[in-house]
């Protein structure tokens, strides 16, 4: 069973920083392509950034130059630094697992909030 655990939400104000973990068991993690999604209240679930097995990253234009996901295999565990926070970044965020060419292979975690204040 893939369990994903996610880590290191919190309240901060604008401007500041925080580091999102997201450890994974139960699966070989470096076959994973790995992303961080996010929901704010009221609005559909949107990617925020991904990282595939072979390390090839994508951002979502809101948050390019201010995040960053990396991906630790030996820890099984993905990350997303986010620098310079901004209000609109409050939501619950995600971390979810998919498999290249598995089929239904979609895994998620329960979430931590980020709430960002002005």
């Known amino acids: 069973q893939v369990q994903l655990v996610e880590s290191g939400g919190g309240l901060v104000q604008a401007g500041g920083s925080l580091r999102l973990s997201c450890a994974a068991s139960?699966?070989?993690?470096?076959?994973?392509?790995m992303g961080w999604y996010r929901q704010a209240a009221g609005k559909q679930r949107e990617l925020v950034a991904d990282?595939?097995?072979?390390?090839?990253?994508n951002y979502a234009d809101s948050v390019k130059g201010r995040f960053t996901i990396s991906r630790d295999n030996a820890k099984n565990t993905v990350y997303l630094q986010m620098n310079s926070l901004k209000p609109e970044d409050t939501a619950v965020y995600y971390c979810?697992?998919?498999?290249?060419?598995?089929?239904?292979?979609?895994?998620w975690g329960q979430g931590t909030q980020v709430t960002v204040s002005s």
């Open positions: 979810n697992a998919k498999r290249p060419l598995v089929y239904g292979y979609d895994y």
């Open positions: 139960g699966t070989i993690f470096s076959r994973n392509n």
């Open positions: 990282i595939t097995s072979g390390g090839r990253i």
